[in-house]
Each structure stands twice: as structure tokens, then as C-alpha cells.
């Protein structure tokens, strides 16, 4: 067992025990190391002055008790205060000392054990001069035009390990904007949500319905890009705002840098005292329970401040395994929106638009043809066009269908034309609409599907002549007549709705050009 899973298995018996103290420990104590019976501890007195008295008064004898019930082994608490640096090595077998003025509570810790009663706790600690001081407001910020600098998220601020912290956030990129961003069905929400979450700093408020927001969906879909443009929108609109952008790996690592250094306190002011937290990737917290401690701590404190958080992963709250049920709680507590993949309407808009940008001319042959074959990863969308636009630079060469499938050989195989059946067409119909394939295959009958299923059921009539009886088992339907239908009312709407008719064209080009 390490020391961090060692420390997450005595905080479960303190929430157990002594649910009273088991937030104030997780948000001034973290262990250091663990070694010949020693058991080192950080103890953080920024937020809580009080806590190294009262620890020392009240709990170590009882978290020695709990730590060596844990491990079969006699446990020694060294104690670290990250103000003084002091190491406190206090012996299992010595007596508890009788409570000092220094320490919140009154009464003498011999009758702590006996007795099993405590005191209120948090009425204790939220007194005089414990008091903590609030944050100030967003709105303060943007009102009081002296405190305008230019410290901002592209500035080094603070001082040593807070401008260590600066110096490993991520880079801002100045062309990932709201504006380059290009969205439609499979991405609104999430970035109607970012962009409503961005202004939100201009008038100086926080939207409880939308905080924190969680975007999740598979990489590559521009989740990041998003985040990018937060930050943009927020240094062009409100630069005095203090905005924090770092990865969940980067997180992790300071935190574990900052136990071990003791610095702690310097790790939660860079981390707490910020109008906007943004975190990319937060299901790499999966299964690091010590670490989890200090993320819910934070967000706490975060979110009680009424600071902005928007976090990234690549599934929901729900669906990240070994997450505490109380962060998967507040992950959730606020707007989650999800970001598909692109359709293939998509997928040709994205291309049109960087071709637009660049000045490049690209054949409607060639969108249809990449379009078609690149639809579940926007990354690799734009990889495809850059690899195809650099070599028509380089070569002065123009862009046609021949050499765009030579080149993009590698990500698109041709070596073999693919054979045109019932599984193909089905494929490239769902790709075009942006369904599962499992979906249109299935018994169900949402609407989303019926139009798709009904089109795949049609070319495989028109392109392949397959039997009325083929297609039915293909799709899984009970009556051949369904499919008639499906036939029936496709060529009906050819012939009516232009946008069917759109479809069929586009659709018809992706299987001619396979």
C-alpha cells in the first residue's frame, strides 16, 4: 500500500468516525512520506491558523491510533507546519498534553476519549478571528478600473512556485476563437454554453445553471478548442480577470510537487483564488483518490465564491470509473453538454471554411471525397487538409480527386475499391446523418432514424436491385412490405422535398467516389 492510499483509507474511517473533522483535515492535512514507522504529515494553517494546535491537542494520538490499526504496525505522527517549517515528532506513547490557547477548543483532550463528545465544530472555527476572508467579487473587479494591469492569463503573476504554476498552464492560442469555431447539431450546445459562460464576464455575474460546465465527448471533436476560446474572449473583453487554464496531468503534478516542497498554501492561492478555472480532461483523476481530495476542496471553495469552472473530459461525471460519488455529484451540478461527432454536413463545412480562410480551391469532388471518409474526428479532419493543401504549395500542383487520394492513401486506403453491398451503404448513410449504425438496424423507431434507415433501405433497392426479402433480414424489419414502404415514400420525397433530394445527391457522390 503507498502513502496516498494509505491517506484515503484513514480518511474513510475519519468520515466514519469523526465526520465533524473530516473537512477541515482533508483541507489542511496531506501526508508527505511514510517510512520506518513514521508518518509525516503537512499541516496548511493559511485558511485554518488554528489547526496545528488543535491537531496536535486533540486528533494526532487519534490518527496515529487509525493509521496503525490500518497498516498492523506502531505509527508515529511527524507533523510539518508549512508556515514555521517545524517538524513536530510527537512519541505514540507520550500523553496527550492539555489544550493551549492557541488551539479552538476549550476543553482538556483527556476527556476527549472517554467522553466521545465534541464540540460544535464549525461554529468553533467560523468565530472571531477565524473568520475567513471572502474573495472578491468578479463584479468589484471590472467596477474598479485602478486595479486594471496588465497581470492576465498571458502574464507571469505572483511569485515563485505561483509563477511556476503560470509558467506550465497551457498556452493560450489566439486562432482558437469562438469565431473559427465551426458548430451545427452534434456541438450547439456545448458551444452556445461556453461562449453564454465567456460573456458572463463582461457583466460581472455567474450563471448557477451553467456552473460548473462540463463538455465531454471522444478527442479530437474540439472540446479544447473551446476552452481556447474562453480564455480569448475573456483577455479581449475583460483582461483584469485572474483565469487559470491547466491540464488535470498538470494539476497532478503540482500537487504532488507542492507536498512534497510543503507548499502547500502557495499550490491553493494560485489554484482558489481565480475568477475563471478551467480544467481539460478531468477523467485522469479516475482512481487517484488522494488527489480527488484536494480537487473537491477546491472546486468547494471555487464554487462558494461564485468563480466560473469549466471542465473537459471525454465521458460524463457518471461514467468516470473510481471518481468519488460526491465530485461525480458536483461535476454534474451544473450544465453537462456533450460534443458528437460531425455528420457529414459537418465535415464539408469545416473544409469549405479553412479553404475560404486560406484562399485554396477546393473541388467539390475532393470535400465530398474526405468529407465522406474522415467523419469522427475533427482533428483528423484538419490534418487531412493541411497534409493536402502543404503539398499543392510545395508542388504548385492543383488539388484533384487522384492526387488527393494518393496523398491521403495512408488515412483513406484505396487500394482496393471497396464492394458495394448492403454493409457498405449502410455505413456511409449513417456516416452522412450522424447516427450508429447499431440505431438503424435496431427494432426502435425514434424519428432521428427513420429518414436514415428508409434512405439506406432505397439505395440498396436502386444501386444493388437487391430483393424486397434481402433487405427486410438485412434491417431486421418482420415484413418485407416495409421495406416497400420505405422505397415507396423515399421516391415520393425525391420528388417533393428538396432537401431529400440534397441528400440523395451527397450521398450517391460518397458511393461513387469510394
Known amino acids: 500500500?503507498?502513502?496516498?492510499?494509505?491517506?484515503?483509507?484513514?480518511?474513510?474511517?475519519?468520515?466514519?468516525?469523526?465526520?465533524?473533522?473530516?473537512?477541515?483535515i482533508t483541507k489542511g492535512i496531506f501526508p508527505k512520506t511514510w517510512e520506518?514507522?513514521?508518518?509525516?504529515?503537512?499541516?496548511?494553517?493559511?485558511?485554518?491558523?488554528?489547526?496545528?494546535?488543535?491537531?496536535k491537542a486533540v486528533y494526532q494520538k487519534k490518527l496515529e491510533s487509525i493509521i496503525t490499526s490500518l497498516i498492523g504496525q506502531p505509527t508515529t505522527i511527524q507533523v510539518i507546519s508549512d508556515d514555521k517549517k517545524e517538524e513536530c515528532i510527537e512519541k505514540s506513547d507520550s500523553p496527550i498534553k492539555e489544550n493551549t490557547t492557541s488551539a479552538p477548543f476549550p476543553e482538556k483532550t483527556t476527556d476527549f476519549v472517554s467522553q466521545e463528545k465534541v464540540p460544535d465544530f464549525m461554529k468553533t472555527v467560523t468565530s472571531g478571528e477565524y473568520n475567513h476572508v471572502p474573495l472578491p467579487s468578479i463584479h468589484d473587479k471590472i467596477k474598479n478600473k485602478s486595479t486594471l494591469s496588465s497581470d492576465n492569463?498571458?502574464?507571469?503573476?505572483?511569485?515563485?512556485?505561483?509563477?511556476?504554476?503560470?509558467?506550465?498552464?497551457?498556452?493560450?492560442?489566439?486562432?482558437?476563437?469562438?469565431?473559427?469555431?465551426?458548430?451545427?447539431?452534434?456541438?450547439?450546445l456545448a458551444f452556445r454554453a461556453a461562449r453564454s459562460v465567456a460573456e458572463a464576464a463582461?457583466?460581472?455575474?455567474?450563471?448557477?445553471?451553467?456552473?460548473?460546465?462540463?463538455?465531454?465527448?471522444?478527442?479530437?471533436?474540439?472540446?479544447?478548442?473551446?476552452?481556447?476560446?474562453?480564455?480569448?474572449?475573456?483577455?479581449?473583453?475583460?483582461?483584469?480577470?485572474?483565469?487559470?487554464?491547466?491540464?488535470?496531468?498538470?494539476f497532478l503534478n503540482h500537487l504532488i510537487r507542492s507536498i512534497e516542497t510543503s507548499s502547500m498554501e502557495q499550490f491553493?492561492?494560485?489554484?482558489?483564488?481565480?475568477?475563471?478555472?478551467?480544467?481539460?480532461?478531468?477523467?485522469?483523476?479516475?482512481?487517484?483518490?488522494?488527489?480527488?481530495?484536494?480537487?473537491?476542496?477546491?472546486?468547494?471553495?471555487?464554487?462558494?465564491?461564485?468563480?466560473?469552472?469549466?471542465?473537459?473530459s471525454d465521458r460524463t461525471p457518471q461514467d468516470i470509473e473510481k471518481l468519488e460519488d460526491r465530485i461525480k455529484t458536483r461535476f454534474s451540478s451544473g450544465l453537462i453538454a456533450p460534443i458528437e461527432p460531425p455528420d457529414y454536413e459537418m465535415c464539408s463545412v469545416i473544409l469549405l471554411k479553412k479553404a475560404e480562410n486560406d484562399n485554396i480551391l477546393l473541388p467539390e469532388e475532393v470535400v465530398n471525397y474526405i468529407a465522406g471518409h474522415i467523419h469522427t474526428n475533427v482533428r483528423e479532419l484538419n490534418g487531412a487538409y493541411n497534409k493536402l493543401v502543404s503539398n499543392a504549395i510545395l508542388t504548385k500542383q492543383e488539388i484533384t480527386l487522384?492526387?488527393?487520394?494518393?496523398?491521403?492513401?495512408?488515412?483513406?486506403?484505396f487500394d482496393k475499391k471497396k464492394e458495394l453491398n448492403m454493409d457498405f451503404i449502410t455505413?456511409?448513410?449513417?456516416?452522412?446523418?450522424?447516427?450508429?449504425?447499431?440505431?438503424?438496424?435496431?427494432?426502435?423507431?425514434?424519428?432521428?432514424?427513420?429518414?436514415?434507415?428508409?434512405?439506406?433501405?432505397?439505395?440498396?433497392?436502386?444501386?444493388?436491385?437487391?430483393s424486397y426479402p434481402n433487405i427486410r433480414d438485412f434491417f431486421k424489419r418482420k415484413d418485407h412490405t416495409t421495406v416497400m414502404?420505405?422505397?415507396?415514400?423515399?421516391?415520393?420525397?425525391?420528388?417533393?422535398?428538396?432537401?431529400?433530394?440534397?441528400d440523395y445527391d451527397k450521398i450517391k457522390k460518397i458511393l461513387e467516389s469510394r
Open 1 to 24: 500500500m503507498d502513502i496516498f492510499s494509505l491517506w484515503s483509507k484513514a480518511l474513510e474511517v475519519i468520515k466514519v468516525q469523526d465526520p465533524q473533522y473530516y473537512e477541515p
Open 36 to 55: 520506518q514507522g513514521i508518518f509525516t504529515i503537512i499541516l496548511t494553517t493559511s485558511d485554518q491558523p488554528w489547526i496545528l494546535g488543535w491537531f
Open 153 to 188: 492569463l498571458f502574464d507571469n503573476q505572483t511569485k515563485a512556485t505561483e509563477s511556476e504554476i503560470l509558467s506550465e498552464q497551457v498556452t493560450i492560442d489566439p486562432q482558437f476563437t469562438f469565431d473559427t469555431f465551426i458548430h451545427g447539431p452534434s456541438n450547439e
Open 202 to 250: 463582461v457583466l460581472g455575474k455567474t450563471d448557477r445553471r451553467t456552473n460548473p460546465l462540463f463538455i465531454y465527448g471522444p478527442s479530437g471533436l474540439g472540446k479544447t478548442h473551446l476552452l481556447h476560446a474562453i480564455c480569448n474572449y475573456i483577455h479581449e473583453q475583460a483582461p483584469a480577470l485572474n483565469v487559470l487554464f491547466v491540464t488535470s496531468e498538470t
Open 268 to 312: 491553493r492561492r494560485r489554484y482558489r483564488h481565480v475568477d475563471y478555472f478551467l480544467m481539460d480532461d478531468v477523467q485522469l483523476f479516475s482512481g487517484k483518490n488522494s488527489s480527488q481530495v484536494e480537487v473537491f476542496n477546491t472546486f468547494n471553495v471555487l464554487f462558494d465564491n461564485k468563480k466560473h469552472i469549466i471542465l473537459t
Open 402 to 413: 487522384e492526387n488527393t487520394k494518393e496523398l491521403l492513401r495512408d488515412i483513406i486506403p
Open 427 to 466: 455505413d456511409v448513410v449513417c456516416q452522412y446523418y450522424g447516427i450508429s449504425k447499431s440505431s438503424v438496424l435496431s427494432k426502435s423507431r425514434p424519428k432521428k432514424i427513420v429518414t436514415p434507415r428508409q434512405m439506406a433501405m432505397y439505395f440498396c433497392r436502386q444501386e444493388l436491385n437487391e
Open 485 to 502: 414502404y420505405a422505397c415507396e415514400r423515399v421516391d415520393e420525397d425525391l420528388k417533393t422535398k428538396p432537401a431529400i433530394k440534397e
